[in-house]
């Protein structure tokens, strides 16, 4: 049970997109088999059969002749037994370790996760920022790119500036403090603060399959950006975890190189 608990824990630590704790998953255990019951009922039985065996085999050597006849059926009564017992226990002598219990857990939980359709989980600010009349297309124009949104905004009294709350992605802070600062030319100031957490609706596996969808998207190369996908991609590479990505494009292509005349 320790072993089961442990892989648990470890499936829901390092999620199987990008090694993220995972957030909102339920795992439904269907069945559960005992098979240490099922092996103690069959050495049970093999207890009883070669119970049945010695007694026969007994009974056989109080009707014979001497004592060396007994004898030899109680020896082979033993060897019997002792064949039973290398039948019952030789396929699995020490059952599963912990280790291998602890890794086929993870393994099944990861797989049973991402056979859910997951999606992604983005951290998220509450940016707080003062824009004036002259600005104010300027910061949205970036908010908009930077995917925010606008939750609120209101007009400070007695002046002309206009207050605003947005919520925007962690991953787009940087660049979105930067931008901001320098075409407003440092009037409108961001202040962030760690909102949490977000769920990003975009299915990172996404692959057109039907007729209407390939004639709305296209196929191959010509997908439009998955940004969920990109997103995993590029926290995986910050984190030396495998990507699969295509290095090399058009190989059967040959380059020519000439020389500088």
Request: glycine share 8%.
């Given at each position: 049970?320790?072993?089961?608990?442990?892989?648990?824990?470890?499936?829901?630590?390092?999620?199987?997109?990008?090694?993220?704790?995972?957030?909102?998953?339920?795992?439904?255990?269907?069945?559960?088999?005992?098979?240490?019951?099922?092996?103690?009922?069959?050495?049970?039985?093999?207890?009883?059969?070669?119970?049945?065996?010695?007694?026969?085999?007994?009974?056989?050597?109080?009707?014979?002749?001497?004592?060396?006849?007994?004898?030899?059926?109680?020896?082979?009564?033993?060897?019997?037994?002792?064949?039973?017992?290398?039948?019952?226990?030789?396929?699995?002598?020490?059952?599963?370790?912990?280790?291998?219990?602890?890794?086929?857990?993870?393994?099944?939980?990861?797989?049973?996760?991402?056979?859910?359709?997951?999606?992604?989980?983005?951290?998220?600010?509450?940016?707080?920022?003062?824009?004036?009349p002259d600005n104010y297309g300027t910061v949205y124009n970036?908010?908009?790119?930077?995917?925010?949104?606008?939750?609120?905004?209101?007009?400070?009294?007695?002046?002309?500036?206009?207050?605003?709350?947005?919520?925007?992605?962690?991953?787009?802070?940087?660049?979105?403090?930067?931008?901001?600062?320098?075409?407003?030319?440092?009037?409108?100031?961001?202040?962030l603060v760690f909102s949490g957490f977000e769920i990003n609706?975009?299915?990172?596996?996404?692959?057109?399959?039907?007729?209407?969808?390939?004639?709305?998207?296209?196929?191959?190369?010509?997908?439009?950006?998955?940004?969920?996908?990109?997103?995993?991609?590029?926290?995986?590479?910050?984190?030396?975890?495998?990507?699969?990505?295509?290095?090399?494009?058009?190989?059967?292509?040959?380059?020519?190189?000439?020389?500088?005349k």
């Amino acid at each position: 049970m320790n072993g089961f608990l442990t892989g648990f824990s470890n499936a829901t630590a390092n999620g199987p997109l990008c090694e993220e704790p995972m957030q909102g998953a339920c795992f439904v255990i269907e069945t559960v088999e005992n098979i240490q019951k099922e092996e103690e009922t069959k050495v049970a039985g093999a207890g009883a059969a070669v119970a049945k065996k010695a007694e026969s085999a007994s009974e056989e050597s109080g009707s014979g002749d001497g004592s060396s006849s007994g004898d030899d059926d109680s020896s082979s009564g033993e060897d019997e037994s002792s064949s039973d017992d290398e039948t019952t226990f030789g396929h699995d002598t020490y059952g599963p370790f912990s280790g291998q219990l602890i890794s086929a857990t993870k393994d099944l939980c990861k797989k049973a996760f991402l056979n859910a359709q997951p999606r992604i989980a983005e951290g998220m600010y509450l940016c707080s920022l003062q824009a004036t009349p002259d600005n104010y297309g300027t910061v949205y124009n970036i908010i908009h790119k930077s995917r925010g949104q606008v939750i609120s905004e209101e007009i400070q009294e007695g002046t002309n500036y206009y207050l605003l709350d947005i919520l925007l992605p962690l991953v787009e802070s940087f660049e979105f403090t930067r931008q901001i600062l320098t075409n407003t030319k440092g009037i409108a100031f961001p202040q962030l603060v760690f909102s949490g957490f977000e769920i990003n609706s975009e299915d990172p596996f996404y692959i057109p399959t039907t007729d209407e969808d390939l004639e709305e998207f296209g196929d191959g190369d010509i997908l439009p950006q998955n940004l969920a996908a990109q997103l995993i991609e590029d926290l995986r590479k910050r984190k030396g975890i495998i990507v699969n990505k295509k290095i090399v494009v058009a190989a059967d292509k040959q380059r020519t190189l000439t020389k500088n005349k």
